[in-house]
């Protein structure tokens, strides 16, 4: 069995920054794409950012430029650097990962910045 452990939310000032980290624990034996959702209250669960297993990234256009996804594949872990951090990033944020042909999500982290 595999899950995800995220941690990293917070707490921030508009302007500021946060890293998310992910990491795949258990038996693992090919994870392809991994990535990060958010879900703002009211609103749908969206993409934020995916990387693949080769290192290929996609954005939200609402991130590029601020947010940079990245990956160690030797601890199965995922990582999101958020810079420049707006009101409008407050949101939990899940990760994400294709497991074989299953899909895994992480449990959610809280990030809240503060206008």
């Known amino acids: 069995q595999v899950q995800l452990v995220e941690s990293g939310g917070g707490l921030v000032q508009a302007g500021g920054s946060l890293r998310l980290s992910c990491a795949a624990l258990?038996?693992?034996?090919?994870?392809?794409?991994m990535g990060w959702y958010r879900q703002a209250p009211g609103k749908q669960r969206e993409v934020v950012a995916t990387?693949?297993?080769?290192?290929?990234?996609n954005y939200a256009d609402s991130v590029k430029g601020r947010f940079t996804i990245s990956r160690d594949n030797a601890k199965n872990t995922v990582y999101l650097h958020m810079n420049s951090l707006k009101h409008e990033d407050t949101a939990v944020y899940y990760c994400?990962?294709?497991?074989?042909?299953?899909?895994?999500w992480g449990q959610g982290t809280q990030v809240t910045v503060s206008s």
């Open positions: 994400y990962a294709h497991h074989g042909t299953i899909d895994l």
């Open positions: 258990g038996t693992i034996f090919t994870i392809n794409d």
């Open positions: 990387i693949s297993n080769i290192g290929s990234t």
